[in-house]
């Protein structure tokens, strides 16, 4: 989506079509964040930006609100974010047509000044185009005015390339009439002026030049009392006597005479399979009129990317008949990678730019090459990126060509911003494995010995580079049969003989060993306990646990691995091997270091995991492990966590989630095994509060938990059936929640860990909640409560507030909904547990909603779904998309309720939160209903019902059976209608759900109404306003009363 500003503010969507923004103080808001984006922007400047000096109390509030709607009106792209005391508009490139003004006068200039004025020309003339008015009208700061009138100038700078252009093609005539009409908007810019008289001059009306220069003395002297400029002057002497310097010159042409250029290497021999990845590729140019198709192919060395991809280009080369490039970014060679600028310059030069012109500055080169594929369709391959910097300046910016590039780095700013498609390129499967090698030995050969040839593929662990290696081994062998030459590998001899003797750069072990060898001692110790890693990549503090030295010592190691090529970046600060490397790290270690000091090396790594997962997980949900303490090796294996703030503990665990997961299979396989049981527990406050079930999780748990049993230790397997208590609830699986449930509340007790045993009754009364056992559920809660606020636990307090405000919530006392969710926000923030705060900031949207109070509630929710989105806590921000969806009905704006619910939906799917997903599902049919659409209402409605069921949710399976019946009866299906209502009354009057039967005997009376029964649906409707008046519900109050009055 483009935000344009430059006239009156709307947007432009994908499809092209305008978006326009018709509430005035929401353009005011979106302007102000566009002046400042990618930076925060304080609520008091916006308010001071929207209402002056003298703003509404409400101010704040809806400030909100407005912000809540531009997200629902404006496109992903164009993210507004909640920020500490304000909010940041964040734009991708080229999302601002400001941004895009700029650039395409750059990009116009740079053709102009290389001798292309027709390309500077349609630059010029597609920049103009943007223009529609004076940017930032309504908006009354300083800034604003002081952009506006950048932007003005950056027009008339426009405005002088194209005059230019026009000239240097000899459009003399268009140019005049261009002229003269800017002439007219300012006559005092004498550039404008000198441009029209060389104009006239080259157009053979020397009499009009001359008179056009006498006009402009005129408007000079009258305006400013003074005689034209030198430049001005000099132009009409020149004229009056005729310069013929001054006609445009029929010299050879400007610009370079545009070559189609061939550069792909040649296609591999042998090359096999990768029929899923072919397909893949030949899929990016589906769409011929799409914009320039960007394609990364990712993977580890080895496997085949480059042989892949030039493969491929050759078999569609045909498609661009303009051309194909390549180069090689040499991202992971031995050397300095290339550079942007080196790359380009060669471009250029393959496109027919003289190397005298090629521009020595980046930005010109890129504007440059951008400019010569303009309308041209050409294939791009860019080989062994290591980095969005080296790939970014060579993509071009118009449709018809095609880039694909190759790295071992995921590239995912690629991704991110500039709408690349990713391909991740493993190993080969088994049979294409043993093809490749009978291709390359011989058919005959290999179907000689099928088996060895088959070990032989398993034996390179199917890594193309590996298999050609041997192959190519075998090939200059034929007297050996393939069994031969697999029995002399031995048990691990393929690293030996993984080279081809006269080719240095296939000699894999050969090559490792003399970068290795040439390390200095303490650089070698590094990169050999890269072969103790327990996940796949490692940051300098993490290394600096498992090599015992410093982290400033471990990064200055690991500039010299990744200067010798032994290492590569994963990501920012981030460091693996690839498998070959990394067996060779591995075979090193070994060499170098006995059990013991390798056991020792590794509990200092699962020490540094875990002392920064528990200071993560406590300033995002503290309180929560139970095992601190319990393994002294861990306090004496290094410093303290540096992890200060919410923000930095998230980027922790969402960097280290997959080495932690593996890290607990690691423990509780080698050892140290209580590793196993320590991370589990410190993890367990972020298993579910991420997005989604952190991946892996149940598996890792099941190994901490078989370890534990088999070292026999009750605490730590109380521990671990605490934790998978926790788990199955938030997933829904009622039934093991309670098996595990009670196994922990049963070992805590034997233990005497009252604090730990009261955790688990919290478990026990979410559970009991869930099957509509409210007094139960309040004894648990208040059970636990009590012993929380004996130990002054403040975090677990606010949890088991939130479980008792659920209660009260159900029960419809909506007074003490109100206080609890209340208290529970306060004490969760007093606890700095953004977990507990979120919690009761939902509930406190609930309860306020239903006491009629809407706007309160829609800031309730719309903080609460900040703050999921903020900390990644989908249970979180679906809860409140629901509670915001609600809100939208209560306004009668029932398409942006549907939009809400299904988002909420979506959210709470991927994170595989069942529960919450079908109260989304039903929200979802509510707003399906109140739009007439009941069809589908109901098909989602019956889908939520039975996964309702299933689920043994009371609460919920009433709620959906008292929508569903509303539903089935717009359908005109009475009888479907009143078995659903009826059960749902039955459910809620069984359960005590306070508000729930006063909606089921509504549901119950507009059944009966339907069916002519009236009396009996004046009954209904009079049971259902005596519910809503006891728990003071205005709104169900005010339906069943007007109900009544329809009634008689």
Not at 93 to 103: C, I, N, P, T
Not at 429 to 443: C, D, F, K, T, Y
Not at 619 to 639: D, K, M, N, Y
Not at 908 to 935: K, P, Y
């Amino acid at each position: 989506m483009l935000l344009l500003v430059l006239g009156p503010l709307a947007a432009r969507g994908p499809d092209q079509e305008l978006v326009s923004l018709p509430a005035r103080k929401q353009r005011l808001v979106l302007a102000t964040l566009a002046l400042h984006a990618g930076t925060t922007v304080s609520v008091e400047k916006l308010v001071h930006a929207v209402w002056g000096e003298t703003p509404p109390r409400s101010a704040p509030g809806n400030l909100k609100t407005y912000v809540w709607e531009l997200r629902r009106q404006l496109h992903p792209d164009l993210r507004i974010s909640s920020q500490p005391g304000g909010y940041r508009l964040d734009l991708p490139a080229d999302a601002l047509d400001l941004d895009v003004l700029g650039g395409q006068l750059e990009a116009a200039t740079t053709a102009l000044n290389s001798g292309h004025p027709e390309i500077a020309l349609r630059l010029a003339g597609e920049a103009l185009e943007l223009w529609r008015g004076q940017p930032f009208e309504e908006l009354d700061t300083d800034l604003a005015r002081a952009a506006a009138t950048a932007a003005l100038e950056t027009r008339w700078q426009v405005q002088d390339v194209r005059v230019e252009a026009l000239l240097a093609t000899g459009q003399h005539e268009n140019a005049t009439a261009v002229l003269r009409g800017l002439i007219g908007e300012d006559p005092l810019r004498e550039k404008l002026w000198a441009r029209l008289l060389l104009a006239l001059y080259r157009s053979g009306r020397q009499a009009e030049a001359l008179s056009a220069y006498r006009q402009a003395r005129t408007v000079v002297r009258a305006e400013l009392g003074i005689e034209p400029g030198l430049e001005l002057r000099e132009l009409h002497q020149r004229i009056l006597t005729g310069d013929p310097g001054l006609l445009l010159r029929e010299a050879e042409p400007p610009g370079p005479e545009l070559v189609v250029p061939r550069q792909l290497p040649p296609a591999t021999g042998g090359f096999t399979g990768r029929e899923t990845a072919l397909a893949w590729l030949d899929r990016l140019l589906a769409d011929p009129d799409q914009a320039t198709v960007l394609g990364t192919v990712t993977g580890s060395a080895g496997v085949g990317k480059t042989t892949l991809v030039v493969n491929w280009a050759h078999q569609v080369r045909e498609r661009f008949p303009d051309g194909q490039l390549y180069v090689n970014l040499r991202g992971y060679a031995e050397g300095p990678p290339l550079g942007p600028t080196e790359a380009l310059a060669r471009f250029l030069r393959a496109l027919g730019v003289r190397a005298e012109r090629v521009p020595a500055d980046l930005d010109e080169q890129a504007g440059l090459f951008r400019s010569l594929l303009a309308e041209r369709r050409v294939l791009i391959i860019l080989d062994n990126a290591s980095s969005v910097v080296q790939v970014r300046p060579l993509l071009p910016a118009t449709p018809g060509c095609a880039v694909v590039v190759t790295s071992r780095d995921a590239l995912r700013g690629l991704a991110a911003f500039d709408d690349a498609h990713t391909l991740t390129l493993s190993v080969l499967p088994a049979a294409e494995s043993v093809r490749l090698l009978s291709r390359i030995i011989g058919p005959a050969r290999a179907a000689a010995d099928p088996a060895a040839t088959t070990e032989l593929a398993q034996r390179c662990a199917h890594l193309p580079l590996a298999l050609r290696i041997a192959a190519a081994d075998l090939a200059v062998h034929p007297e050996q049969t393939v069994a031969e030459f697999v029995a002399e590998l031995g048990a691990d001899g393929l690293m030996g003989r993984l080279t081809v003797h006269g080719d240095e750069q296939a000699a894999v072990r050969t090559t490792f060993g003399l970068s290795y060898r040439a390390l200095k001692p303490e650089t070698a110790h590094v990169f050999a306990c890269f072969g103790l890693m327990t996940g796949d990549d490692l940051t300098p503090s993490a290394l600096a646990a498992l090599a015992g030295v410093s982290e400033a010592e471990a990064r200055r190691r690991l500039a010299e691995l990744r200067t010798a090529s032994l290492v590569e970046q994963s990501g920012p600060g981030r460091y693996r091997c690839h498998d070959l490397l990394r067996q060779y790290a591995r075979e090193r270690i070994e060499a170098e270091l006995g059990q013991e000091q390798r056991d020792r090396a590794v509990r200092g790594l699962i020490g540094w995991y875990l002392r920064h997962a528990g200071a993560a997980v406590d300033l995002l949900g503290p309180g929560l492990a139970q095992l601190v303490g319990t393994a002294r090796w861990v306090e004496e294996s290094g410093e303290p966590a540096a992890i200060a703030s919410t923000e930095e503990a998230m980027a922790w665990l969402d960097d280290e989630r997959a080495n932690l997961i593996a890290a607990i299979h690691h423990c509780a396989e080698h050892g140290p095994h209580d590793g196993a049981w320590l991370l589990a527990d410190a993890l367990r406050g972020c298993a579910m509060t991420f997005r989604g079930l952190l991946p892996g999780w149940l598996g890792a748990v099941t190994a901490a938990l078989a370890a534990a049993t088999a070292e026999r230790n009750p605490l730590a397997q109380t521990v671990l059936h605490d934790i998978f208590g926790e788990t199955y609830w938030s997933l829904g699986e009622a039934a093991l929640a309670e098996e595990h449930a009670q196994a922990a509340l049963t070992g805590y007790r034997a233990l005497g860990m009252v604090a730990s045993e009261a955790s688990v009754l919290h478990v026990l009364g979410l559970l009991r909640w869930d099957r509509g056992e409210l007094d139960e559920a309040d004894d648990h809660h208040t059970r636990a409560l009590r012993v929380f606020e004996e130990i002054d636990d403040l975090p677990n307090q606010a949890l088991v507030l939130s479980g008792r405000t659920g209660v009260a919530y159900a029960r419809g006392d909506l007074q003490a909904c109100l206080e609890l969710a209340t208290r529970t926000v306060e004490v969760g923030r007093a606890a700095r547990s953004p977990l507990a705060e979120s919690f009761g900031m939902i509930e406190l949207g609930c309860a306020l909603h239903e006491l009629g109070r809407y706007e309160e509630a829609q800031t309730a929710n719309t903080e609460a779904r900040d703050f999921g989105a903020r900390f990644q806590m989908a249970y979180v921000e679906s809860m409140a998309l629901r509670g915001l969806a609600q809100q939208r009905c209560a306004h009668q704006d029932f398409q942006g309720a549907l939009h809400l619910s299904r988002l909420g939906h979506q959210v709470a799917t991927e994170a595989g939160l069942g529960v919450i997903a079908v109260e989304l599902l039903n929200s979802t049919s509510q707003a399906l209903r109140l739009l007439n659409r009941n069809q589908e209402a109901a098909e989602q409605g019956e889908r939520a019902l039975a996964l309702i069921r299933t689920a043994e949710f009371r609460f919920g399976e009433v709620t959906v059976s008292t929508e569903l019946a509303l539903t089935r009866l717009a359908l005109g299906d009475q009888a479907r209608a009143e078995e659903l209502a009826e059960h749902a009354l039955l459910l809620a009057r069984q359960h005590g759900f306070g508000l729930l039967v006063g909606r089921a005997w509504q549901a119950v009376a507009l059944v009966r109404r339907a069916r002519g029964a009236v009396v009996g649906a004046r009954e209904a409707a009079g049971a259902a306003l005596a519910v809503f008046e006891e728990r003071g519900h205005p709104l169900g109050v005010r339906e069943a009363g007007e109900l009544i009055a329809e009634l008689g």
